[in-house]
C-alpha cells in the first residue's frame, strides 16, 4: 500500500500544541477564579458553573450526533464557554436560566455557524447577553454580596458600577436634588474609593467569576506565559477604559473619574483577559489587536458613564468581534519578496 504524504508550502512547523491543550490550558487558568466564588459566594457558585459546563457540553454533543458530524465536545472548548457564561450570571439566580444560556451559547451563537473556528461572536457572552435581554430583573437584581465567610448568609446587594452609576447622576445633577440625597451620593462615592482593594482581592458583589481581580490576573499570567494570550488586546483595553474614565468620569469637571473603580469592577478584567482575546473571534494582526482592544475600551466608557447600563464589557467585545474582519484586512503586513509584475 503506498504512503500518502501531505505536501504544502513553507514554512513548516512542528507543534505538540492543539486545541484541546490550549482550551484546558484556559480551563486551568480560570481556576482560580472558580475558587474564588465559591469563597465568596458558597457553594451555590459551583452548582451555577456545574450546570452551564454540563449543558454546554451535552449540547454541543447532541447537536453534532444530530447532524452525523464527529462528536468533539473533548477538546474542551464547550468546557470554556460553560465556564466563561457562568462567570458571567449572578449567584442568586434560578438554576433554570443557565441551562436556557448554555443552549443558547452552543446552539445557536456557536453551532449555528458551523461550531468552534466558524463562530464570529465569543458565543459565552452572547449567551450572556441573551439572558440580559430575556431575564433582566433575574440578570440585575440577584446580586450577592460577600459576608467574609465562605458563601454563608450571603446578603443582596448593589455592584459597585450600579453604585457609582445611580449616584454620579445625582452628582451630576445636584440642582434636581436636596442637600442631604447629594451628600448621601458623596458618601457613597467616597466609600467606593475606600474600597478598592476589596475589589482587587474579590470581596464584592457581582457576577460570580468577575470579582477577584487578583485570582483573575494569576490566570491570566499564566496564559500569558504559555503564550495563549498576548499582551495588545488586554493592556490596549483597560488602558483605554482606565483613561477615558479618568478624563471623563468625574463630576467635578474633567480628569477627575475614579478610575481605578472602573478598571477593579465589573466584568473588565474577565473580559480583557480571557473573552476579548479569544483566538477565534479577536484579530491577528498586530495593528488589529491595539485597535481592536482600544475599541472594546471606547464602547465600555461610553456604555458605563452614558447608556442606560452600568456595564459595557459584553456588549463592547461582541460589537467588536463583528469589526475583525475588515480589521485583519485592513492592518494586513505588507509582503516581503513579491517580485513585481512587469507591464
Not at 269 to 285: E, K, N, R, Y
Amino acid at each position: 500500500m503506498a504512503r500518502m504524504f501531505e505536501v504544502s508550502a513553507s514554512p513548516h512547523f512542528r507543534d505538540r500544541t492543539d486545541i484541546s491543550v490550549i482550551m484546558y490550558s484556559v480551563v486551568a487558568a480560570l481556576m482560580p477564579a472558580v475558587f474564588g466564588a465559591v469563597y465568596f459566594f458558597g457553594i451555590r457558585a459551583l452548582w451555577i458553573i456545574a450546570l452551564t459546563v454540563l449543558t454546554c457540553v451535552v449540547t454541543e454533543g447532541l447537536i453534532q450526533k444530530l447532524l452525523g458530524k464527529p462528536v468533539t465536545v473533548k477538546d474542551g472548548s464547550a468546557v470554556v464557554t460553560g465556564i466563561l457564561l457562568a462567570f458571567n450570571l449572578p449567584s442568586g439566580i434560578s438554576w433554570w436560566i443557565p441551562v436556557l444560556g448554555g443552549v443558547f451559547a452552543i446552539g445557536v451563537a456557536k453551532m449555528t455557524f458551523g461550531g468552534l473556528g466558524y463562530n464570529p461572536m465569543n458565543p459565552a457572552l452572547l449567551g450572556r447577553i441573551f439572558l440580559l435581554v430575556s431575564f433582566p430583573v433575574q440578570m440585575t437584581t440577584t446580586w450577592q454580596a460577600p459576608t467574609g465567610f465562605p458563601g454563608i448568609d450571603a446578603r443582596t446587594a448593589a455592584t459597585p458600577l450600579n453604585i457609582l452609576k445611580e449616584n454620579s447622576s445625582i452628582l451630576h445633577n445636584q440642582n434636581l436634588y436636596s442637600i442631604d440625597a447629594v451628600n448621601a451620593a458623596m458618601s457613597k462615592v467616597a466609600d467606593l474609593n475606600t474600597s478598592l482593594m476589596d475589589m482587587f482581592i474579590g470581596n464584592r458583589s457581582g457576577c460570580i467569576g468577575e470579582t477577584s481581580v487578583l485570582l483573575l490576573l494569576i490566570g491570566a499570567a499564566y496564559l500569558m506565559y504559555k503564550r495563549y494570550i498576548g499582551w495588545k488586546i488586554p493592556f490596549t483595553y483597560i488602558a483605554t477604559v482606565g483613561v477615558l474614565s479618568w478624563i471623563f468620569g468625574g463630576y467635578n469637571g474633567l480628569f477627575a473619574g475614579p478610575w481605578l473603580i472602573h478598571v477593579f469592577s465589573g466584568g473588565l478584567i474577565l473580559g480583557a483577559f480571557f473573552m476579548a482575546t479569544d483566538m477565534v473571534t479577536s484579530p491577528i494582526t498586530f495593528q488589529g489587536r491595539i485597535i481592536y482592544g482600544i475599541g472594546c475600551g471606547i464602547i465600555t466608557v461610553i456604555i458605563r458613564l452614558i447608556g442606560g447600563y452600568p456595564e459595557g464589557v459584553a456588549f463592547s467585545i461582541l460589537l467588536m468581534n463583528l469589526t475583525v474582519p475588515l480589521l485583519d484586512r485592513l492592518s494586513k503586513p505588507r509582503v516581503f519578496g513579491k517580485v513585481a509584475s512587469r507591464a
